[in-house]
């Protein structure tokens, strides 16, 4: 039974509050359809079986497949930020890598996603490659500045270049989510990121 508040905020919401429940719906089965079969195989029928409407009726909300799939990936992005909340304080280097990958494994479906979309995106004509690329170039921009910010501190290992360690975070990080996904049993994400910046990063004087 519904209460008479219940009632009231259903009516204040109006048509709009209702758009945006079903856009959500549909985001969410995206997410799960596009994580199980990729953007190829991921069909928009698919979809919208999931979200129990029809194909047409989705496309009201999404106008094309590649669209969807962009909005996918910016709310996968969002998902990873919430998993990890800001504090208000910046963490040091490697606490926030450790954290963040840490937390990328509490959300179900978040590895799975980015892992199947970003191998697609590899693929000429993919709508998801500009964006992926564009992720990863930001990355490395990224944690090149941390690191280097590491090297002017005397904490990076002498040798080291920034802009190689970086992209061999990112790659090392990809790959053991990949292995991750696969026998999780077996692969320790965390402690093996932890090796790898333990081997370059010296400890703080």
């Known amino acids: 039974m519904v209460s008479a508040s219940q009632s009231t905020a259903g009516s204040q919401r109006g048509p709009y509050a209702g758009a945006a429940e079903r856009r959500a719906a549909i985001l969410d089965a995206a997410f799960k359809v596009f994580a199980e079969h990729g953007y ?3 069909s928009l029928q698919k ?13 009201y909300y999404f106008r094309t497949k590649s669209e ?20 208000g304080e910046e963490k040091p280097f490697v606490d926030a ?18 892992t199947v979309l970003a191998g697609e995106a590899v693929t000429q ?22 690191f280097r910010e590491l090297a002017d501190a ?16 990112i ?10 996904l696969l026998d999780t049993r077996a692969i320790d994400v965390v402690q093996c990121l932890r090796l790898y910046l333990d081997q370059i990063v010296l400890p703080e004087k």
């Not at 979809?47 to 496309?59: E, F, H, P």
């Not at 954290?99 to 799975?112: D, F, P, S, V």
């Open 40 to 42: 190829t195989g991921g």
């Open 47 to 59: 979809i919208a079986d999931t979200v129990g409407m029809s194909q047409t009726n989705l496309l």
């Open 68 to 87: 969807l799939l962009l909005a996918v990936l910016k709310k996968r992005d969002e998902m990873a930020k919430v998993a990890l909340p800001d504090d």
């Open 97 to 114: 890598i450790l954290g963040q990958a840490r937390a990328n494994e509490t959300i179900h479906g978040l590895i799975e996603l980015y």
């Open 125 to 146: 004509g993919n709508p998801g490659r500009d964006y992926i690329s564009q992720r990863l170039t930001e990355l490395r921009r990224e944690f090149t500045g941390r």
């Open 154 to 169: 005397g904490r990076l290992k002498p040798g080291v270049a920034p802009d190689a360690a970086a992209a061999s975070l």
């Open 171 to 180: 790659g090392m990080w990809d790959g053991l989510q990949l292995q991750w």
